[in-house]
């Protein structure tokens, strides 16, 4: 006969009810997750007390000619600041690991991936984007002789393309085509439009020279 006071089973009629046995299980696992929240919950709450908010400086920059200054994170990229708070936007973000090329400015003209420069290292220097090459609202001698020879075609990588043929120029006026191709090789293009390039920077070399080395 069944012992109607066996707690270990489930009296008749009442399937879905708990057994002793089975409440007491259930109130020690609730204990022991609960145990082990305020635990994690400890463990975080010390962990953020050691994080120390980002420290800010001061930097001057030197771009396109005009004193800057502002207050930056020293994490912050050059390619950062001058997009997002000079609003500088002909300067692209592209791998954003120095592999691609799209953010290339000059720093004191030589070009330099902007997106593997702390803004801090720039200071005391002479930065020029794209915008800089501009003779007021007319194309520089570059920037012409890539739209001559339609060396672009959806456009993403030519500010940076641009910037490298005028670093080129600035220390070489007049490279041979392999001289063009080696100083451009740090510069992808999607596209392939790699023959019109080498082009356009033979012609900006010719522009540059008849108006006496001007950019």
């Keep these: 006969m069944k012992n109607d006071h066996d707690h270990s089973g489930t009296k008749p009629g009442r399937g879905r009810g708990v057994t002793r046995r089975q409440f007491l299980k259930t109130m020690g696992s609730g204990a022991a997750i609960a145990a082990a929240s305020d635990a994690l919950t400890d463990l975080g709450t010390a962990g953020a007390a050691?994080?120390?908010?980002?420290?800010?400086?001061?930097?001057?920059?030197?771009v396109n000619g005009r004193q800057r200054s502002l207050a930056v994170e020293p994490r912050w990229s050059l390619l950062h600041v001058l997009r997002e708070k000079f609003g500088l936007t002909g300067t692209k973000i592209g791998c954003e690991r120095g592999e691609c090329g799209a953010c290339t400015v000059l720093i004191d003209d030589v070009p330099r991936y902007a997106c593997l420069t702390l803004a801090v290292e720039a200071q005391g220097s002479e930065i020029v984007t794209l915008?800089?090459?501009?003779?007021?609202?007319?194309?520089?001698?570059?920037?012409?002789?890539?739209?001559?020879?339609?060396?672009?075609?959806?456009?993403?990588?030519?500010?940076?393309?641009?910037?490298?043929?005028?670093?080129?120029?600035?220390?070489?006026?007049?490279?041979?085509?392999?001289?063009?191709?080696r100083a451009m090789s740090g510069n992808l293009c999607r596209c392939g439009a790699y023959a019109h390039i080498t082009r356009a920077v033979g012609r900006a070399a010719e522009m540059r020279g008849k108006k006496g080395g001007a950019s």
């Design 50 to 62: 050691t994080i120390e908010p980002a420290t800010i400086v001061r930097v001057n920059l030197l």
């Design 131 to 181: 915008e800089g090459l501009m003779e007021g609202e007319r194309l520089g001698a570059v920037q012409q002789a890539f739209v001559e020879h339609d060396a672009f075609q959806c456009g993403y990588c030519t500010p940076g393309q641009i910037m490298s043929a005028e670093g080129l120029l600035r220390s070489h006026p007049a490279p041979k085509p392999d001289e063009i191709r």
